[in-house]
């Protein structure tokens, strides 16, 4: 490679690094350098914060294995592999229709947040920000939500760790679903739920049947997470549009930005929700891509997170790779977990 990355054959096929320029190499290449698996063995012994993880996209590969079939759970797995060397933005969500062949009963919802309180412990997370939209699968939506705190209360009795969640909507969202969402998550705020994200597939939707619902959030305190610049083909009008329509106090991802948008999130210091292993696979080619690690480096608020700990990979793996783009150490990155946790909704 002509990246200054030096070859050291060994078993575990294992480069070692010597004045090697992290931003310049691809995923594939970073995870098989010396020091990103050394900080890797590390990070996977400390504790840990994630603010961006959604429960239909963070379940146990054995999870996901148990509640399948064999050729169902071949093709999820395939389709996993391909990420890594990437591929487009809108067919990543093929991934989604595949798990929610496994999520198709609210038994099973429970199931699969308790399943994800377990991932979370064995990785040392201790404090999670869990997204979900709600469905009706053998119920309404509060039977569904019902269901998630369940599996949620029982994983935080079984480990040491406290998740909290975040209901989720989409841009093409209905103004009926969104406001009965809202009235949810009003309802259950002081039990789990802590606020609201707009998200799914960025470039579907305009988001008029949720604005008004989100009104009525604000109205009541809710904190709001904005899912934004993930595709390329979003326009600079909407993206605009949304930062001032919905005012959040989070944004995710923030990879393709108008310049508009981006100036908007930095003077309202906006906290950035970095995912960059999922940015890596389905938005951008090189680190060198992803706005926020300039705006980490210059002191703007930023918190790096998993997105879909099943298709992108734990958050220790997430931390190891931030590590080996922003030259921290261990204990740097300690620190950045605790600050992690001051920008999570009350």
Same mark, same amino acid.
């Given at each position: ?150 599996? /949620?209360?029982?994983?935080? !009795?079984?480990? $040491?760790? +406290? %998740?909290?969640?975040?209901?989720? =909507?989409?841009? #093409? ?66 993206? /605009?549009?949304?930062?001032? !329509?919905?005012? $959040?106090? +989070? %944004?995710?991802?923030?990879?393709? =930005?108008?310049? #508009? ?66 030259? /921290? ?18």
């Amino acid at each position: 490679m002509s990246t200054g990355v030096q070859s050291a054959a060994s078993r575990e096929n294992v480069v070692v690094v010597s004045e090697v320029n992290f931003a310049e190499l691809s995923l594939l290449e970073i995870e098989k350098t010396s020091k990103y698996l050394e900080l890797l063995a590390r990070l996977k012994k400390s504790f840990k914060t994630d603010l961006h993880a959604h429960l239909g996209g963070a379940l146990s590969k054995e999870f996901i294995k148990k509640h399948s079939t064999a050729q169902e759970y071949a093709e999820l797995i395939g389709f996993i592999d391909k990420l890594k060397s990437g591929i487009d933005y809108s067919d990543a969500f093929k991934a989604f229709s595949m798990i929610g062949r496994v999520l198709n009963s609210n038994q099973r919802i429970e199931e699969a947040a308790f399943d994800f309180c377990q991932n979370q412990h064995n990785d040392n997370v201790t404090f999670t920000e869990l997204r979900t939209g709600l469905k009706r699968l053998d119920g309404g939506f509060e039977d569904y939500l019902k269901a998630v705190i369940a599996g /949620l209360e029982r994983g935080m !009795e079984a480990y $040491p760790i +406290r %998740v909290t969640l975040v209901l989720s =909507l989409r841009r #093409e969202t209905s103004f009926e679903d969104a406001d009965e969402t809202i009235a949810l998550a009003i309802k259950y705020r002081g039990q789990i739920v802590k606020g609201i994200d707009v998200s799914g597939e960025s470039i579907k939707g305009d988001g008029k049947g949720i604005f008004e619902a989100l009104r009525q959030a604000r109205s009541k305190g809710l904190p709001i997470t904005l899912h934004i610049g993930e595709s390329k083909d979003e326009s600079p009008e909407q993206q /605009l549009k949304e930062l001032k !329509e919905i005012q $959040p106090s +989070r %944004v995710g991802h923030a990879v393709h =930005l108008c310049p #508009e948008a981006q100036e908007w999130i930095e003077n309202n210091q906006i906290v950035v929700e970095a995912c960059l292993r999922s940015a890596l696979s389905v938005m951008i080619k090189k680190p060198t891509e992803h706005p926020a690690l300039a705006l980490f480096k210059k002191g703007h608020p930023v918190v790096f997170c998993t997105d879909d700990s099943t298709l992108f990979g734990s958050h220790s793996e997430e931390l190891a790779l931030d590590a080996c783009l922003c030259d /921290l150490t261990i204990e740097q990155v300690t620190e950045m977990q605790k600050a992690a946790l001051t920008y999570a909704f009350n």
